[in-house]
C-alpha cells in the first residue's frame, strides 16, 4: 500500500474511533422516540402538548466539527412566565456547530455575550448572567418611573437571575422572542434546599436533572468554545480524588453600598445606592473575583471552571460547573463566564458545507445501573397525585408501572429522556399499599407507596 495512502487511512480510523467515544459527539440526548414539547399556560396547571419535538434531532461529525441539530424545546414542561413575558418556547429549528478538539486562549480572554453561549445536552440555549438592561433602563421597571440619562448605558449591568426570578417558570428557564434558554443550573425551583420560588407550586417541572451532593454530577452541556458544562458537584481533587464536593464560585458580592467604582477602583458613571429596589447582587459589578487557593481545590478560576478529571473525560480536561450556593440557589457567575476559558468558535449556522458522518445514537446505552438510580415516591402517602423523581440526568425513556399488592397493573407512565419526573393518578385508587416499579431494558427497581384518603 502507498505510505501517503496507509497514513490517510489511519488518519481516518483514529478519527473515527475517537468520535465514538468523543463526548461532544456522544452526550447528546437524542429523541428517537417522538418526545414532544409540553407548554403551561397561566392558570391552567394541565400541560399543553406541542407539535414540536423535544431534545436534539440529529447529531453529526467531520473530522473536526461536531453539528447538532436540535428544535431548543426541552422534554420538562416550561412556562407559564409570571412576570408578563407573553413568549412561548417556539422551535428553533437551528444546527449547532462545535470543535472536536477544544483550544484554550492564550490570548486575552472573551468575554461571553447577550444571547447563546452554549447548549445543554437536550439541545436548549444557554445564556450568561445578564439580561441585556443596564440600570438606567432598569430603573423604568423597577423603581417604577425613569431616570434622565441613555437608557442602557453599559456601566452597571443587570443581572437576569436576580432581576428576572419572577419569570422564570419551574425549571428555571425563559424564552427570549421565542428561544427558550437557561441562565443558570437547569434543576427545578422546588428542589432546591432553600426554595425562593413558589412557581413550582401550580406549575411543576422537573429541570434537566437533580442535584445529587452524593455522587458527581452529570455532563449537561458544552460552551461556545467546546469545553464541557457540568452541574453543581464534581471531585474535591482535580485528579479525580477526595470524594464529590460542591464546586463553588470564586465571586464574592463587594462590601459597598454606593456604586461609583468597579472592583479594580475604575471610577465609573454612578449607579444607584445599594438599597431594597436596587439590592446588592442585582448587577454584574456588584462582584469581585477572589482568586483561588491552592489549599481550596473546590474553588474555581475567573471563568467559572477549572481543569480535572471527570467520568466523561479520565484523563482530564479543562471543565465549566453550574455553580449554586449552600442552599442549591444559583450563584454567579451560574455557568460560564463573565469570560471564555478557550476560544470561542461554536457557532448556530444555516448548512454543513463538508462532508459528515452521522452518529448512531442507539449504540450509547446508559452506563448507569438502574439499581444505582435514586428514585424518590412523593408524596408518601399520597392522596390525589404520585410523584416519582429521580436523581439523575434521564438519557433514555424509562417505563413505570403502579400495581397493586396482588401483582395487577393500574397504570402506566413514563419518564422521558430529559426529564427526571412523572405522575401517576391516585385520586381512583383505594386506601393500602401499592408497587411503583421502573424499567428499563430487562431491569427493574421498584418502591411501595402508600394510598391514604
Not at 429549528?93 to 478538539?101: G, Q, R
Not at 437576569?160 to 417558570?169: I, L, Q, S, T
Not at 421565542?178 to 426554595?195: K, R, W
Request: aromatic content about 12%; charged content about 15%.
Amino acid at each position: 500500500m502507498n505510505k501517503s495512502i496507509f497514513t490517510t487511512f489511519f488518519v481516518l480510523l483514529v478519527v473515527a474511533a475517537s468520535s465514538q467515544v468523543n463526548p461532544v459527539i456522544t452526550q447528546w440526548m437524542q429523541n428517537t422516540d417522538g418526545i414532544l414539547g409540553r407548554h403551561y399556560m397561566s392558570g391552567n396547571s394541565t400541560p399543553i402538548v406541542d407539535n414540536v419535538q423535544a431534545n436534539v434531532q440529529l447529531v453529526q461529525y467531520s473530522n473536526n466539527w461536531a453539528y447538532i441539530t436540535t428544535n431548543g424545546i426541552p422534554a420538562y414542561v416550561t412556562g407559564p412566565f409570571l412576570d408578563g413575558n407573553p413568549s412561548l418556547a417556539q422551535d428553533q429549528n437551528a444546527i449547532f456547530k462545535f470543535p472536536l478538539v477544544p483550544s484554550e486562549n492564550t490570548g486575552v480572554p472573551t468575554s461571553t455575550n447577550g444571547g447563546n453561549i452554549g447548549v445543554f445536552v437536550n439541545g436548549v440555549a444557554l445564556f450568561d448572567y445578564r439580561d441585556g438592561v443596564s440600570w438606567r433602563a432598569a430603573s423604568s421597571s423597577l423603581a417604577g418611573g425613569p431616570i434622565p440619562g441613555p437608557p442602557g448605558d453599559g456601566v452597571w449591568n443587570r443581572d437576569a437571575v436576580v432581576a428576572e426570578r419572577m419569570g422564570f417558570d419551574c425549571a428555571k428557564g425563559h424564552p427570549a422572542m421565542g428561544n427558550y434558554h437557561h441562565h443558570q443550573n437547569p434543576s427545578a425551583f422546588n428542589l432546591d434546599l432553600t426554595v425562593i420560588s413558589d412557581v413550582c407550586d401550580l406549575y411543576l417541572a422537573d429541570g434537566l436533572y437533580v442535584i445529587n451532593d452524593q455522587q458527581h454530577s452529570p455532563l449537561i452541556g458544552f460552551a461556545y468554545d467546546g469545553f464541557p458544562i457540568y452541574g453543581a458537584y464534581g471531585y474535591l481533587n482535580a485528579d479525580g480524588t477526595g470524594g464529590v464536593v460542591r464546586m463553588k464560585s470564586s465571586y464574592v458580592l463587594r462590601n459597598i453600598s454606593t456604586r461609583t467604582l468597579y472592583a479594580d477602583g475604575t471610577n465609573v458613571a454612578d449607579g444607584p445606592d445599594v438599597s431594597d429596589t436596587y439590592p446588592l447582587g442585582l448587577f454584574r459589578e456588584d462582584y469581585e473575583y477572589i482568586p483561588t487557593s491552592p489549599a481550596s481545590p473546590d474553588f474555581l478560576d475567573e471563568h467559572n471552571g477549572r481543569f480535572c478529571v471527570t467520568p466523561e473525560y479520565p484523563e482530564g480536561s479543562y471543565c465549566y460547573f453550574t455553580t449554586v450556593d449552600e442552599n442549591w440557589n444559583s450563584a454567579y457567575p451560574y455557568a460560564v463566564g463573565p469570560t471564555f476559558f478557550g476560544n470561542k468558535v461554536a457557532a448556530k449556522v444555516n448548512s454543513i458545507a463538508e462532508s459528515v458522518t452521522t452518529y448512531d445514537a442507539t449504540i450509547e446505552v446508559s452506563n448507569l445501573e438502574l439499581n444505582e438510580i435514586q428514585m424518590t415516591v412523593f408524596p408518601n402517602p399520597a392522596s390525589d397525585i404520585i410523584g416519582l423523581q429521580l436523581a439523575d440526568i434521564v438519557r433514555n425513556n424509562y417505563d413505570v408501572k403502579l400495581f397493586d399488592m396482588k401483582g395487577n397493573l393500574i397504570q402506566n407512565a413514563v419518564v422521558y429522556q430529559g426529564s427526571t419526573i412523572t405522575f401517576l393518578d391516585a385520586r381512583s385508587l383505594y386506601n393500602g399499599e401499592y408497587l411503583i416499579v421502573i424499567y428499563f431494558n430487562e431491569n427493574s427497581i421498584s418502591r411501595k407507596v402508600v394510598v391514604s384518603k
